[in-house]
């Protein structure tokens, strides 16, 4: 790449300018010395003393010489108060750059690089110095491999070596609006999915404790900011950004999930919307965090090798086909005139007494009529498994469903229950589950 830099802004010259300038200064401010010096070379026999010739030397010494081995020690010590530098070796870097032709100073600021066009093309191939605040990394690189990763702090670059990505180290917050996905029956449902989550620290607290002077509120890891740039996804040619990743991966955990369910067995006739999202949502939290299972999800396993922990993940916005929103609604009629008509008998004793009555006696009579089965094999002594005994119950409540009349709201309510204890029953352990013949 070109340096397109006019020559009279080149640091090389300006530095040698400025060196022709004090060297200009110090031959005038010591010109006699020198000519002494000259003298004492050139023409002997003129009898200088040797004090004299003594003293224009150490004259000469504390103007030349002294400052330049005091100037590297002086930048050591005043960059420990000024700069962000915490080891001899950062010290020594800053005395190293300060006497040297390098390259730029560039700031990061944010997780982004602050600066205009011209710098941080400049940027790119010329050795140099990076500021880099206490909420930001980066991974640095050459044209052939990537090189190291760094925090915050003060940076010193290479010959060849420049800025491959920045990174933010605060907790970052991404959303998906418009997320569809279909039911098991193909109904439609939609979500906005936004997710929590930052770099992986590789530590159980995401900022440090304590309040130590200059110590950056964000734990940094170098392995993490590896992965997160070297992972990078790439698709029709255009890399995808680090920090887009996990709400993609949550998106298709919710489709997965959502496929699995019937949509009556998503809500009951009295949840709202915010029941099926608070289910729905802490199955994805526990597949992306790897809180599931023992074994780790291979959607935890894909965000820990790209250097992400997830935080939490949100579901919000539900979005229903219309005809399902009128048909829902309906439902919330009929049962709230249900409720309507049951308060108003409430008012009088005597029907209030008969009619629970009548519900204690149903109910006795209807759990008599779901555990006759396993009653009778109990009578002979028989010991049917937890998972032979679950089954034969679910079974006869769908048979006993049937018989009963009732409203399809309220049948619709107990399936969903029953759904969700059969695959709480397989779920057990046996993988071979049947219901019995």
């Given amino acids: 790449m070109m340096n397109s830099t006019p020559f009279y802004r080149q640091p090389a010259l300006l530095w040698g300018l400025g060196a022709i300038l004090l060297l200009g200064v110090l031959i005038g401010l010591y010109y006699e010395d020198l000519y002494l010096l000259y003298l004492a070379a050139a023409q ?46 950062e010290r020594q870097q800053v005395s190293q750059y300060f006497g040297s032709t390098a390259g730029p100073v560039i700031f990061v600021r944010n997780g982004q690089l602050v600066g205009s066009k011209a710098e941080k093309d400049r940027s790119l191939k ?34 060849g070596e420049y800025i491959a990505e920045t990174l933010d180290l605060r907790i970052q917050e991404r959303a998906l609006e418009n997320v569809f996905g279909f039911t098991r029956d193909g109904i439609s449902v939609g979500v906005e999915v936004r997710v929590t989550f ?73 949840d709202s919307a915010f ?20 074994n780790q999800t291979r959607e935890f396993q894909l965000l820990t090798e790209r250097g992400i922990r997830v935080l939490s993940v949100r579901l919000g916005k539900l979005q229903l086909p219309p005809d399902v929103v009128k048909k829902r609604i309906a439902q919330l009629k009929e049962i709230w005139s249900a409720q309507a008509k049951q308060a108003a008998s409430d008012i009088h004793p005597v ?4 009619r629970d009555e009548g519900r204690q006696l149903g109910q006795t009579q209807i759990l008599r009529t779901i555990t006759e089965r396993l009653s009778h094999q109990l009578g002979r002594e028989e010991k049917p498994s937890h998972i032979v005994s679950a089954a034969m119950l679910i079974e006869k409540t769908r048979d006993l469903l049937n018989d009963l009349g009732w409203s399809d709201a309220i049948v619709g309510d107990i399936r969903k ?15 071979d589950f049947r219901r019995p013949q």
């Fill in 198 to 270: 930052c770099l992986d620290n590789g530590r159980r607290n995401i900022v440090t404790t304590g309040h130590a002077a200059n110590v950056p509120a964000f734990i940094f890891n170098p392995e993490s900011a590896y992965k997160a740039v070297y992972g990078r996804a790439y698709r029709d040619r255009v890399s995808s950004e680090w920090d887009q990743l996990p709400p993609l991966v949550a998106a298709d955990v919710w489709r997965e999930l959502l496929i699995q369910r019937d949509f009556e067995s998503l809500f009951r006739i009295d």
């Fill in 126 to 159: 010329t050795a140099g110095v990076i500021l880099v605040d206490n909420v930001s990394a980066i991974v640095l690189r050459t044209d052939t491999q990537f090189t190291r990763a760094e925090g915050p702090g003060v940076v010193f670059t290479r010959p």
């Fill in 275 to 294: 029941a099926l999202l608070g289910d729905l949502q802490s199955q994805i939290e526990n597949r992306l965090m790897g809180w599931s299972t023992e």
């Fill in 417 to 431: 229950a029953l759904d969700n204890m059969e695959i709480w029953v397989k779920g057990m352990g046996d993988n």
């Fill in 351 to 354: 029907t209030k007494l008969a």
């Fill in 44 to 89: 002997p026999e003129m009898g200088i003393p040797p004090s004299a010739v003594m003293d224009a030397l150490v004259s000469l010494g504390f103007a030349f010489i002294a400052p330049m081995l005091v100037s590297a020690p002086f930048f050591m010590l005043v960059s420990q108060f000024v700069l962000p530098v915490n080891t001899p070796e």
